[in-house]
């Protein structure tokens, strides 16, 4: 094969694009590998990927979406099972691809893992890893973040006490976007909550039951912010409003809140002392959320609260057999 791509180079690039136009993702991918011209090449094919993740488990994958087609590489696969925690990052020497009969080996034994992800990241145009999940220990964390730097969204899977669930949360601080960060605050670790939540990300979601009362609703500086299975009461909740409407949360835009049923959230109760209207039920405003990808919802109804510096925001409370939402908008 590398005769036949040492040929295929010597042609002029029009003709090579027209020829690797044609081939299957095993023979792109071998071929992008194969020298930097080749890889140029194929980069000029244009090939613009709509989702890039990589998960950390057992084994790392990047998963890699484009126009309805999926690209699955995994690397260090069945590498170290019998192996304790914490292994640094050492050179994979291939990737194994997904093809329809099986597993495809590709090798470029000189690549270091950041090597393989930027090499992807090139030819597929995007600038970062659109999601870095984190579901096992299995390796060092600073060998994580020097081979995945460039990072937008972290979603974090590992059990709620893990010290290094948090360490990894820590290290990867900068990123625009965190998922799951539930799973690492209870009772006692109020400190680390009150870190994640005075950051700047764009969306902070917490998808597993936490102890957060007023203040740390007042710490919010997230753009985007979902609590689910929360237990707020309607005080507290109606605290926070009157806070927002006096200034507090100035880079909140959109808010959603879980409480369980039995809390007694209640809509006159969490609107006690605040100017409100009510919206008509037949009302439709689409509310956009600047996510990886990016949202839209559709606002039906409500009730209209304006801030001192008249913004405006809609609340929509909602009851469900074990919960009542209040999803919170405010209008750029």
Known sequence: MNILYSLLLQLPDSIIRKVIQKFDWPKLITFSLYSPKSRELVRSLNFKADSFKVHIGNK??????YKYQKIDLDFFANRWENQEPRVELEPPEFTELSIPNGRLKIYK???????WVDHFLYIFHTSKIMELQLSSNRYDINSLYKNFDKVTTLICSLEDRDIYNKEFIETFKNVENLYNAGRFLYEGRETECHQILMRNYTCLDFFHSTTLGLDELLMINSINCTFFYESFTEKEMNMFLKHWIKGSNPRLECLFTHSKRGVGIDEKCLLRGIEYTEAPASREK???INDVPPESYFVE??????RKDGKMATL???YTETSVPVQMFVWQ
């Open 60 to 65: 790392i994958s990047i998963w890699i979406a």
């Open 109 to 115: 034994k000189e690549y270091e893992m950041k090597d």
């Open 286 to 288: 689409i509310f956009h």
């Open 301 to 306: 109804g409500g009730v209209d609260i304006k």
């Open 316 to 318: 929509i409370i909602s």
